[in-house]
C-alpha cells in the first residue's frame, strides 16, 4: 500500500513510511492486535472470549458472551491511529451475532511541487467491516465465523493530476473453534484461520498485497485461587501459537497471565515473539463496575515497524 504512496509523483511524504512501514502495509494491517484484554496477556487470545474482541482473534470466543455488549478499543501505532467499534447480541436460540468496524489512519501526506509548495493533500486510510457469528453445540463446543469486507482508500484534495488510483477493496473470512476440556471447562483449547481471502490490490494485480492468512492454537487454563467457597481471586493463564499460512517463516509464540479480584480488577501480563522474531512484552489492567469495563494494556517492543516503541492500548465496553 505504501509503495503506491512513495510513487504519487515522488514528492509525498509519509509520516508512516519515515518509519520504515513495509510496502504491503495496506494488508499487513490485518495483523494490528486489536483490544487491551489480549494485548495485555501477550496476545495469547486464540482460547479466550467473553469480550467483543473475540471477533478479531477467533470468532469463536464470541460464543460465551453472556449480554449484548458494545466496545471501543483505541491506540496510536507507528503506522496511524487504529481504531475500532464492535456491536455483539446473544440469542439463547441461535447463538451471538454482530459486527466491527475497524479504522487504520496513516495521517495526512502532503504532495509538493518542485519549489516545495504544498499542492495537494493525500489522506490514506485502511477499513475493515466485520460481521460475526458464533454459537455453542452440545458437548462443550463453539464455532464461530467472521466475514471481512477489507478496503484501502486514498483521499485527496488540491492538485491531485497524475495520481494513480489508490483504491482497493477484497474480501476475507476467519473461522475457529473453541472446545472446553475439564470441570467447569477449567481447560479451552482453540483453534483459527485468520485472513482467508484474495490479495488486496491497490494499483494493479502484479503489485496486490497478499493477506497475512495464519492458522492458529492456543490453550486457556483457569481456576479459582483461595477457598472455592469464597472466590475472591481467579487466575486464568493462556498460551497460543501460530504460523503463516505459507509456512516462510518461523511461528509466533505467546503466552500471558491474567489475576482477577472479584471480577472487578484484574492485573495482567505477557510475552510473545511474532512470527519472524519480533518480541515483546506487556502488561495490562482491567476494572469493572456493573456493566461498565476498562482495560489499558502497554506493549514494550524490541523492535517493529508496524507499531510505535511502547503502544498503550485503551477499550471500553458496556453490557446490556
Known sequence: MLAFLAVIGGTAVSAAGAQGTPSNAG???LEFPVGARAVGMGRAAFADGGTGEAAFWNPAGLATLAAASFELHTVSLAAGRTSAVTAHFPSSRIGVFGGAIYLVDYGDLERTDSSNTTIARISPRNME???????????????????????????CSGDCTGLPNGDGVTHAVDAGLQFGVGRQDALT?????????????????????????????????????????????????????DRPWTGETSPGVRFGFDVGYRRVARVRAGYGVASGGTASASVGLGVASGAIGVDLAQTFLNESELESANPTFFSFRVSF
Do not use: C
Not at 138 to 151: A, E, H
Open 189 to 241: 483449547i482453540g483453534v483459527a484461520i485468520r485472513n482467508v481471502g484474495f490479495a488486496l490490490q491497490v494499483e494493479n494485480r502484479d503489485q496486490a498485497d497478499p493477506l497475512p492468512t495464519s492458522v492458529g492454537v492456543g490453550a486457556l487454563w483457569q481456576t479459582i485461587l483461595g477457598p472455592a467457597e469464597r472466590e475472591h481471586f481467579d487466575l486464568r493463564v493462556a498460551a497460543d501459537v
Open 27 to 29: 494488508a499487513l494491517f
Open 129 to 155: 467491516f466485520l460481521a460475526s457469528f458464533a454459537t455453542a453445540l452440545p458437548g462443550l463446543l463453539s464455532l464461530g465465523i467472521s466475514y471481512k469486507l477489507v478496503m484501502f482508500q486514498v483521499d
